[in-house]
Protein backbone atom coordinates (compact mmCIF):
# COMPACT_ATOMS: atom_id res chain seq x y z
CA UNK A 1 0.00 0.00 0.00
CA UNK A 2 1.39 3.55 -0.89
CA UNK A 3 2.44 5.34 2.30
CA UNK A 4 0.00 8.37 1.35
CA UNK A 5 -2.46 6.61 0.81
CA UNK A 6 -6.08 6.66 2.76
CA UNK A 7 -8.35 3.96 3.28
CA UNK A 8 -11.97 3.70 3.65
CA UNK A 9 -12.42 0.10 5.16
CA UNK A 10 -15.60 -1.71 4.85
CA UNK A 11 -16.64 -5.53 5.08
CA UNK A 12 -17.08 -7.15 2.50
CA UNK A 13 -20.35 -6.60 0.51
CA UNK A 14 -21.39 -3.42 1.98
CA UNK A 15 -21.03 -1.37 -1.29
CA UNK A 16 -17.11 -0.42 -1.31
CA UNK A 17 -17.16 0.50 -4.70
CA UNK A 18 -20.44 2.92 -4.19
CA UNK A 19 -18.68 5.84 -2.60
CA UNK A 20 -15.14 5.27 -4.30
CA UNK A 21 -17.48 5.59 -7.99
CA UNK A 22 -19.31 8.48 -6.73
CA UNK A 23 -16.39 10.56 -5.63
CA UNK A 24 -14.13 9.28 -8.99
CA UNK A 25 -17.48 10.53 -11.27
CA UNK A 26 -17.80 14.14 -9.03
CA UNK A 27 -14.01 14.65 -9.19
CA UNK A 28 -13.31 13.25 -12.88
CA UNK A 29 -12.99 16.47 -14.90
CA UNK A 30 -13.30 19.11 -12.49
CA UNK A 31 -10.15 20.54 -13.02
CA UNK A 32 -7.61 19.40 -15.64
CA UNK A 33 -4.21 19.88 -13.18
CA UNK A 34 -5.51 16.70 -10.94
CA UNK A 35 -5.70 13.28 -12.96
CA UNK A 36 -7.38 10.66 -10.79
CA UNK A 37 -6.72 6.82 -11.62
CA UNK A 38 -9.19 4.68 -10.13
CA UNK A 39 -9.08 1.01 -9.54
CA UNK A 40 -11.76 -1.29 -9.40
CA UNK A 41 -12.85 -4.16 -8.72
CA UNK A 42 -9.48 -5.69 -7.52
CA UNK A 43 -10.98 -8.65 -5.18
CA UNK A 44 -13.68 -9.68 -7.75
CA UNK A 45 -11.13 -9.73 -10.39
CA UNK A 46 -9.40 -12.00 -8.73
CA UNK A 47 -11.79 -14.18 -7.33
CA UNK A 48 -13.01 -14.88 -10.89
CA UNK A 49 -9.71 -15.64 -12.17
CA UNK A 50 -9.11 -18.16 -9.35
CA UNK A 51 -12.56 -19.86 -8.86
CA UNK A 52 -12.00 -19.17 -5.24
CA UNK A 53 -15.49 -18.66 -3.96
CA UNK A 54 -16.92 -16.86 -1.06
CA UNK A 55 -17.56 -19.94 0.95
CA UNK A 56 -13.86 -21.16 0.46
CA UNK A 57 -12.77 -18.02 2.80
CA UNK A 58 -15.14 -18.66 5.27
CA UNK A 59 -15.06 -22.87 5.32
CA UNK A 60 -10.90 -23.09 4.50
CA UNK A 61 -8.48 -21.10 6.02
CA UNK A 62 -5.70 -21.89 3.56
CA UNK A 63 -7.75 -21.04 0.54
CA UNK A 64 -8.34 -17.67 2.30
CA UNK A 65 -5.01 -17.06 2.66
CA UNK A 66 -4.48 -17.83 -0.89
CA UNK A 67 -6.78 -15.44 -2.25
CA UNK A 68 -5.47 -12.98 0.44
CA UNK A 69 -1.91 -13.54 -0.82
CA UNK A 70 -3.48 -13.33 -4.64
CA UNK A 71 -5.30 -9.95 -3.85
CA UNK A 72 -2.35 -8.62 -1.63
CA UNK A 73 -0.32 -8.99 -4.80
CA UNK A 74 -2.90 -7.34 -7.58
CA UNK A 75 -3.27 -4.54 -5.53
CA UNK A 76 0.54 -3.63 -5.40
CA UNK A 77 0.72 -4.32 -8.76
CA UNK A 78 -2.11 -2.10 -9.96
CA UNK A 79 -0.88 0.43 -7.47
CA UNK A 80 2.84 0.28 -8.48
CA UNK A 81 1.42 1.30 -12.03
CA UNK A 82 -0.13 4.59 -10.75
CA UNK A 83 3.05 5.79 -9.19
CA UNK A 84 2.76 9.19 -8.25
CA UNK A 85 -0.42 9.67 -9.43
CA UNK A 86 -4.26 10.35 -7.56
CA UNK A 87 -5.70 6.77 -7.17
CA UNK A 88 -9.44 6.06 -6.12
CA UNK A 89 -9.98 2.09 -5.08
CA UNK A 90 -11.97 0.03 -3.63
CA UNK A 91 -9.46 -1.57 -1.15
CA UNK A 92 -6.05 -1.76 0.09
CA UNK A 93 -2.99 -3.71 1.04
CA UNK A 94 -4.98 -3.64 4.67
CA UNK A 95 -7.86 -4.85 3.64
CA UNK A 96 -5.93 -8.31 2.64
CA UNK A 97 -4.51 -8.42 6.51
CA UNK A 98 -7.60 -8.08 7.66
CA UNK A 99 -9.18 -10.97 6.23
CA UNK A 100 -6.14 -12.64 6.76
CA UNK A 101 -6.48 -12.52 10.26
CA UNK A 102 -9.88 -12.91 10.53
CA UNK A 103 -10.63 -16.22 8.34
CA UNK A 104 -6.66 -17.41 7.45
CA UNK A 105 -4.62 -19.54 9.38
CA UNK A 106 -2.91 -18.91 12.84
CA UNK A 107 -0.07 -16.65 11.74
CA UNK A 108 -1.10 -15.70 8.51
CA UNK A 109 -1.12 -11.97 8.85
CA UNK A 110 2.41 -11.99 10.05
CA UNK A 111 3.18 -13.94 6.97
CA UNK A 112 1.37 -11.11 4.63
CA UNK A 113 3.03 -8.15 6.15
CA UNK A 114 6.50 -9.63 5.49
CA UNK A 115 5.50 -9.46 1.38
CA UNK A 116 7.96 -7.44 -0.53
CA UNK A 117 7.07 -5.98 -3.90
CA UNK A 118 3.87 -8.53 -3.98
CA UNK A 119 5.69 -11.37 -3.50
CA UNK A 120 5.55 -13.79 -0.41
CA UNK A 121 9.17 -13.64 1.59
CA UNK A 122 10.14 -16.43 2.73
CA UNK A 123 9.46 -17.16 6.89
CA UNK A 124 11.65 -18.92 9.38
Not at 6 to 24: D, E
Request: proline share 4%; aromatic share 4%.
Amino acid sequence: MRPDASILYRSKCTGKNTPVNALFNALHGQRNDIIIHRIPEVARTVLRETGITRDDITNNPWKALELQKLILRAQYEAESKQSGNLVLSDRSGVDALMYAARYGPLGCREMLEKQENGNICEVG
